[in-house]
């Protein structure tokens, strides 16, 4: 690639995990006359948490201060103020805000390992991608809409591509040619996803994304540059593909495309549409007005129940919001494509720090569970935070994954057979939260807790303790049964 000098102005993160600090320190307090109904550790634990999650996973950072003076400001609480915020959760059904703190916190501080193999995977593809205009402009086409594949009066999701923080071929080189390990791992995240699904999307030439700018063309239309890429990223990830979701989740059912006929209103409900998506993002990523891509996906609709077979029962998106998860698009079928690129890149390369995603034919579990950690790293924050798909919706398209890999592949030794239209989506989100869980980092940070006491806890507890002791038991009082969308 053409060297690039990687402008940090376009970033505004504090990078944490980059600080050789073991232990940070963090104050929440309370009057003396306002105490925990039940003092046992368990209560502090929580507490402690959710002053942990309100501190990493602000919306905004300050960038007026340094990077040592915002880790070691002590931040105060009152405990009544925590109470406000817990009752303020159980006011409103969906788990909106404390999901998109988790999301913010996780990407701003992964794992040590994880993030080192994030940086492979930047390494791999800086070394795959050839610089040439044409080629790298096809790339980015991936993720932009193509114009000519919808009309207004059914505006469906597969049209529509995810917003991106590139404008032009630029960016992209910029982006390959800086220092990954420089770099803040928000942006690292953002980038390397928009990368892997545009390369899936062009792997399949994919009908929903942009033709070639032809401004860009040369008179023989495809050039040989680009003719080789092509062919390169064909063999890359062919053998990684799996069938599409949608053998399996009949997702066009569900989806109501007009509104404006007779049908009754109770019969179905709107998707969540963040209008301002500053509310699900921050400023390290691709909020700033500008990097927004303008076309977004379009608010859907959904129905409550769907007939299969003769039978009407819950559809799997209304199972979601009765519970309280938001709902975007359904499940996603992008992200078992990306992943064909990521295990494409494991098992071409065979990098060291990637060596953890080979194919592994004789322990399908070892390979599940890492493919889920780096999966659910690399997708489920960003397509959450973008806009575009849910925890849940996001990591069904993980599991799914996973799951048909080893259904189709020959050389492996044994079969898991599971059927995946039957997992809830409730199910789903407690899994994801369990990966993003074990996805953080294990720094260890002191919140005290003024006049009980202590605790010490990293980012790793705190999403598990707050998922397990509340999260789930939120939703799983409003879980209903579905029946199966399959096709």
């Not at 007026?64 to 003076?69: D, P």
Request: charged share 20%; glycine share 4%.
């Amino acid at each position: 690639m053409l060297k690039k000098t990687f402008n940090p102005a376009i970033v505004s993160c504090v990078v944490l995990t980059s600080l050789s600090i073991n232990v940070y320190s963090i104050t929440f307090s309370s009057r003396p006359n306002h105490v925990l109904e039940n003092e046992n550790t368990s209560d502090n634990r929580l507490v402690a948490s959710v002053a942990l999650l309100n501190y990493l996973g602000q919306k905004k950072i300050d960038n007026s201060k340094s990077v040592l003076n915002y880790i070691n400001q002590n931040i105060e609480i009152e405990l009544s103020d925590y109470r406000a915020q817990m009752a303020n959760y159980e006011k409103v059904k969906n788990t909106a805000d404390i999901t998109y703190k988790i999301l913010r916190s996780v990407m701003r501080n992964p794992s040590k390992e994880l993030l080192i193999s994030l940086q492979e995977l930047h390494k791999n593809l800086r070394l795959f991608i050839p610089n040439d205009p044409i080629t790298l402009n096809w790339i980015l086409g991936g993720l932009k809409s193509n114009e000519k594949n919808y009309t207004n009066s059914r505006k469906d999701s597969s049209y529509f591509v995810a917003r991106t923080p590139w404008k032009n071929i630029d960016d992209i080189i910029n982006f390959l040619d800086a220092d990954a390990s420089q770099m803040p791992s928000s942006l690292l995240i953002v980038g390397l996803e928009n990368l892997v699904c545009a390369l899936a999307y062009r792997s399949i030439n994919a009908s929903w994304v942009e033709d070639p700018n032809p401004s860009l063309e040369t008179v023989n239309s495809l050039t040989q540059i680009r003719a080789n890429f092509i062919k390169e990223l064909t063999q890359l990830n062919y053998q990684w593909l799996v069938p599409t979701i949608g053998t399996l989740f009949n997702r066009g059912i569900e989806q109501v495309f007009d509104t404006t006929t007779s049908l009754n209103p109770d019969s179905y409900f709107p998707s969540d549409y963040n209008e301002n998506l500053s509310d699900v993002s921050d400023s390290e990523e691709s909020s700033d007005d500008k990097n927004i891509k303008k076309k977004r996906l379009p608010k859907f609709n959904f129905y409550k129940t769907s007939q299969i077979d003769g039978v009407y029962g819950n559809t799997w998106t209304y199972s979601a919001h009765n519970a309280g998860l938001t709902v975007r698009a359904n499940v996603s079928g992008s992200a078992p494509l990306a992943l064909s690129i990521v295990v494409g890149f494991a098992n071409s390369y065979q990098s060291p720090h990637l060596k953890f995603l080979l194919w592994n034919p004789t322990d399908f579990q070892i390979f599940k569970k890492n493919i889920q950690l780096l999966g659910t790293l690399l997708l489920v924050p960003n397509y959450e935070r973008s806009d575009y798909h849910t925890v849940a919706e996001t990591f069904v398209g993980i599991t799914y994954y996973i799951y048909k890999l080893n259904e189709i592949r020959k050389d492996a030794v044994q079969k898991f057979p599971i059927d995946l239209a039957k997992i809830h989506p409730i199910d789903s989100y407690r899994e994801a939260l369990e990966n993003l869980s074990e996805a953080s980092s294990d720094e260890k940070y002191n919140v005290k807790i003024k006049g009980i006491g202590l605790e010490i806890l990293s980012l790793k507890e705190a999403i598990k303790i707050i998922s397990e002791d509340y999260l789930i038991s939120k939703v799983d009082r409003n879980r209903i049964a579905f029946h199966t969308t399959g096709s």
